[in-house]
């Protein structure tokens, strides 16, 4: 297993950035594929972003691609999400979820360990 701990989260006015970072712990975050995940009130946990263990692939969901950037320091046992050109629609509670698993998915039921969520909110 896993445990994870967002932070990075805050409020930013439409068009500015924040950095998430996920802090991992547990001897299979290596070998982890990594996740960002959203929910926003009264919707669904909806898929943002996922990593290989490796760092070499990656995956976004349509409405974040040419402005969300992941990456991982394995070595800081770390996982980040870069977020540029931030939209209101963007406003929700961010996780962090890992899979031991070399395949990249965007089901959330596919992740078996789950941080305590960063809030995001986006003003216009």
């Known amino acids: 297993q896993v445990q994870l701990v967002e932070s990075g989260g805050g409020l930013v006015q439409a068009g500015g950035s924040l950095r998430l970072s996920c802090a991992a712990s547990?001897?299979?975050?290596?070998?982890?594929?990594l996740g960002w995940f959203r929910q926003a009130p009264g919707k669904e946990r909806e898929f943002v972003s996922a990593?290989?263990?490796?760092?070499?692939?990656?995956r976004y969901a349509d409405s974040v691609v040419g402005r969300f950037t992941i990456s991982r320091d394995n070595a800081k046992n770390t996982v980040f999400l870069q977020m540029n050109t931030l939209k209101p629609e963007d406003t929700a509670i961010y996780y962090c979820?890992?899979?031991?698993?070399?395949?990249?998915?965007?089901?959330?039921?596919?992740?078996?360990?789950w941080g305590q969520g960063t809030q995001v909110t986006v003003s216009s």
């Open positions: 547990g001897r299979t975050f290596r070998t982890s594929v």
């Open positions: 979820a890992a899979r031991t698993s070399v395949l990249l998915t965007t089901n959330a039921a596919d992740y078996h360990s």
């Open positions: 990593i290989s263990w490796g760092g070499a692939s990656t």
